[in-house]
């Protein structure tokens, strides 16, 4: 069993940025690829970004790529969305998720785990 708790969330205006992170119980930390998602009200939850087990491989949806960053600190047992150039949709509950790898891949789908979600709203 994982834990993923984000924390970082909060009320920035159009074209600032934010720093989320995710915080793993994982003893293994190191095995799991790790995504990013997020559900705006009234909208099925959507893929933002995900990082391979190593970190050496990161994917991202074309909403969002060129403005949001993942990194990872595996012996922090962490994960990090950095987003800039904020825009007003990008308010949504945003997840990390977890998802057991046998290869270095960033996933789009197949997560076993997930956080609770932590809240970003931009004002325009």
């Known amino acids: 069993q994982v834990q993923l708790v984000e924390s970082g969330g909060g009320l920035v205006q159009a074209g600032g940025s934010l720093r989320l992170s995710c915080a793993a119980s994982?003893?293994?930390?190191?095995?799991?690829?790790m995504g990013w998602f997020r559900q705006a009200p009234g909208k099925e939850r959507e893929f933002v970004t995900a990082?391979?087990?190593?970190?050496?491989?990161?994917y991202y949806a074309g909403a969002v790529k060129g403005r949001f960053t993942i990194s990872r600190d595996n012996a922090k047992r962490t994960v990090y969305l950095q987003m800039n150039s904020l825009k007003p949709e990008d308010t949504a509950v945003y997840y990390c998720?977890?998802?057991?790898?046998?290869?270095?891949?960033?996933?789009?789908?197949?997560?076993?785990?997930w956080g609770q979600g932590t809240q970003v709203t931009v004002s325009s």
């Open positions: 998720a977890a998802a057991y790898s046998d290869y270095d891949v960033p996933p789009r789908s197949g997560y076993d785990y």
């Open positions: 994982a003893r293994t930390f190191g095995d799991y690829a």
């Open positions: 990082i391979s087990r190593s970190g050496g491989s990161t």
